[in-house]
Every structure is written in structure tokens, then in C-alpha cells.
């Protein structure tokens, strides 16, 4: 009963937020990751370079060689894939599995950055919230609903659509790992072994962000098609001409089709409390695996 009141929570808090205005969402740490570093940081060349072992995959699905963003021919195709997700008409069947699932939301937009940077245009800016959360401690399942929104930009760098989305996910029985801080460890990939590996920053003793400071010591972990369920994902789409009107995407579509190295990752301080998160977390929704592509806070 808790778990389905939670949901029908969660749809009332998705209808809300996708109508509210942009300036409800205020977390500045929250951003695009790419290989462990924010998405405003890295070059063009070190985007490159983070994306390279997914580009592969990428550009065989578009027919191609390899990615070459200074080729005409290989922006079209790119774009045009692109735009069929950005707008919610993308299917599962149509889209490359890198595309997929939480892992896709985050590696849409990182292709997306790295397209606009090779064009000499701003990349989409990005802010998300957990607006709900629940976690059973029996059965190791739980409820998460995501807000998310993303500014996409024109070549005069004018705001051209702001994107509002709500994600309602759901974390199977038996989906969610518990994991202890290891305090002997050196590496960033120790300290809570088989998650997502810390970026830098995190595991810094002198660094505000760091675990030490805000003393984080637990993870929740999920990863999955076999721990994770994407239940609904709303979007309205605002530009200038349009409020736009919230929409549910269809059951078809690449964000409910899970890949295996989609990933839940939220780090705590002390054991996961059953309702209710902290405002003071650090979360990562995406790419689990080499190159790590996730959102963030």
C-alpha cells in the first residue's frame, strides 16, 4: 500500500512540477558529468575523446565510418536522430541502446553538448530535483520521481525550448544494493566498490564537495532492466511560440527500454532513511560503466 500511494504521489507531483516555472529547480551543483568532469569543462577535444568508446557504437548505428562532427553529412544524421528524442517521438526500436533508459536521457545530452560545441553552439544546460523517494528496507525496492529540465540554445545563443520532464521510476524487490563507505581505501573506485567510481573532487579531504566534509558514508545502488523500471516519463516542451502541454511518452519509447548499465547512484550520510532525502545529497542518474555519463548533484 505504501509503495502505490507513493506512485499516485508522485503522479499528482509530476503534473505539478511540469506546469511550474523553471525557477522552482535552484540546484547549482547539479549538472552533466562525462567521464568524471562536468560538461562545461571539457574541450572539444577532451569530449572527444570521454565519448569515444559509445561514438563507436553511435556511429555505426548512423550508417558511418566514424563520427567526424566537421562532416556535413555526419551533423545531419547525428542531429536528426537527435531531435527525434529531444521531442519525444523516439522509439526503442529506432534508437541505438546507448540512447536507452536513464543512461540514454544522460548520453543524449552529452552527444547533444558535443554537437553544438563542434558547431560553435552553446550546449543544453541542465537541472533536476528527486522530488519524491521511497526506499523499503525488507525488500531492498523503492519509488524515485525525477524532475528534470533542459535549456537548448540557437546559433545566436538566444534560449530556443525549455524542456520540463518528470520521471517516475521504480526500483524492484531485491534492486537496491546498500553500500558502507570502505574508509581504507585509496583509490576512487574503493571506497563503495562495484557503484559508480568517485569523481576526484569527491574523495579530496580539502575539497567542499568532498565525502569527508559532508560526511557521506552510505550508497544506494541500483543498475539495470533487472533492478529498475522506468514507469512513466511526462514532458512539455515550452518555446516561444507555445506554452507547450504535458504529454506522457508512449510505452515505446527509448527511455522505458532499459539498458544494463543504466544506474541509480545516491550517496548518504548514515543508512538510507525510508522516505524523505536529505537536501544535502549527491546523486548520479545514468551511465554506470566506462565512459561514466551521468546527471548529477
Known sequence: ?????????????????????????????????????????????????????????????????????????????????????????????NTPPIFHGLEGFSTVLAFRSLYN??????????????????????????HLSVHMEIDHYD????LHARVFQQWDVRIKPGGYQVKDRNNAAIQPGDFFPGTIDLPKESTDQGDLRSIWVRNLDHKLFARGPSAIEVQNVYQRIQTAASEGKVERLANGNNYYALDADSCIDILLAGHPPATQLPPQIGYCLGRCTSPGIMNSN
Not at 558547431?119 to 523503492?142: C, L
Not at 546559433?155 to 538566444?158: D, E, I, L, T, V
Request: hydrophobic share 40%.
Open 155 to 158: 546559433a545566436s545563443g538566444r
Open 117 to 142: 560545441i563542434t558547431g560553435g553552439i552553446r550546449p543544453p544546460s541542465v537541472r533536476g530535483k528527486i522530488r519524491d523517494y521511497f526506499f523499503h528496507e525488507d525488500t531492498r525496492s523503492g
Open 1 to 93: 500500500m505504501r509503495v502505490l500511494s507513493v506512485t499516485g504521489l508522485a503522479l499528482a507531483l509530476s503534473l505539478h512540477g511540469l506546469t511550474a516555472s523553471a525557477q522552482t529547480l535552484s540546484s547549482s551543483d547539479f549538472g552533466l558529468f562525462v567521464g568524471g568532469v562536468r560538461i562545461e569543462h571539457h574541450s572539444v577535444e577532451t569530449l572527444s575523446d570521454a565519448l569515444a568508446p559509445v561514438s563507436v557504437e553511435l556511429a555505426k548505428y548512423l550508417g558511418l565510418g566514424l563520427l567526424d562532427l566537421r562532416n556535413d553529412e555526419t551533423r545531419k544524421r547525428l542531429d536528426d536522430l537527435l531531435r527525434r528524442v529531444e521531442d519525444g517521438t523516439a522509439t526503442a526500436e
